[in-house]
């Protein structure tokens, strides 16, 4: 790693420190994670900006700090099983990786899951389990093994109304989930966390902008986007 580099990578540190993320554990999985492996060679460089950028097929990597947000909300430990909707470019599940036991993915489209899959790969990561599949209807049991119920929740594509119930369903008592919820444009990241197989207490943490979580795999053969 060369020192441009490595003085991008504290700048951002720095500015999300600023902007009110203060779980050291999530500043240094996001300084330790390469999120330049994770972006497109056209947007090299603005990998280490605090910025959303495009991943192919309309798809968007979130920006840093809404990562460190999301990830510091759900107060990980590394006991914890984690499940992802919406695995994307997989920059977000890598986060996840260096603070829990293991992350189960799972993104619609086949081509995104197949880089990102290439990815954890390449960069040694060993305990993320990912999938093609529709998140909205939680994680499917495989071979007769079910891996619910999951300590904590991320959904990184937004519901209209509510959180699809296969995943409040899927949440063990006392776990977490957050989830951006709303129309296009009026979204807001919510909390939830299952206090009985019945109850939820919700807590709106602020607003955001996501791509729609859609049903079923997609079809779309080809990466339109680059
Ligand atoms: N977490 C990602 C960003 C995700 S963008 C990252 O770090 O790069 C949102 C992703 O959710 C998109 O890739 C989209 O295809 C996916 N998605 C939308 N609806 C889904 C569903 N029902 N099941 C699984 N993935 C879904």
């Not at 990578?9 to 050291?24: A, P, Q, S, V």
């Not at 914890?80 to 890598?94: F, H, N, P, R, S």
Request: charged content about 25%; proline content about 7%; overall charge positive.
């Amino acid at each position: 790693m060369n020192t441009q580099s490595i003085n991008k990578r504290i700048r951002l540190i720095m500015e999300l420190r600023n902007k009110g993320i203060t779980d050291t554990n999530v500043l240094s999985a996001i300084e330790r994670v390469p999120r330049d492996a994770f972006v497109p060679p056209q947007a090299q460089d603005q990998a280490w900006e605090d910025m959303a950028l495009p991943i192919g097929l309309g798809q968007t990597i979130s920006q840093p700090y809404v990562v460190a947000f999301m990830t510091q909300c759900l107060q990980l430990t590394d006991r914890d099983k984690v499940l992802e909707i919406g695995t994307g470019c997989g920059y977000q599940a890598a986060v996840l990786a260096r603070l829990a036991r293991r992350v189960y993915t799972i993104e619609r489209h086949k081509n995104l899951l197949k880089r990102a899959e290439k990815r954890f790969e390449e960069l040694n990561i060993r305990n993320i389990t990912s999938i093609a599949a529709d998140g909205m209807k939680g994680w499917p049991r495989i071979n007769g093994i079910d891996q619910a119920p999951f300590h904590k929740i991320i959904v990184t594509a937004a519901a209209r109304v509510k959180p699809p119930q296969a995943l409040l369903d899927q949440l063990e008592v006392g776990g977490c989930m957050i989830i951006p919820v709303g129309e296009p444009g009026a979204q807001n990241l919510k909390l939830y966390r299952k206090e009985s197989e019945e109850a939820y207490a919700v807590r709106n943490m602020m607003p955001v902008r996501f791509v729609p979580l859609l049903p079923d795999i997609s079809d779309q053969p080809h990466d339109m986007a680059g």
